[in-house]
């Protein structure tokens, strides 16, 4: 399966909350998202090149950094 489920989706949700003080941030660039809709769910290890739909392979990243290649990514 390519997508998280809503189940992993809430969960890393609630951990970048916590890991951010009540707010929801992008893992790369650390910029504030207003509402999770703001919120894209992106493979770390990409799924072409096997990554699982995981928690432990999701990250979140602001809309801004979603067209960004893996191979250049931070």
Partial sequence: MRDFTDSIKFSVVRDNLEK????????????ELKSI???????IEAYAKGGKSIKTNCQILCLSLIHISEPTRP
């Fill in 37 to 43: 809709n703001e919120c894209h769910f992106d493979h």
């Fill in 20 to 31: 951010n003080n009540g707010r929801i941030c992008c893992e790369i660039c650390g910029k």
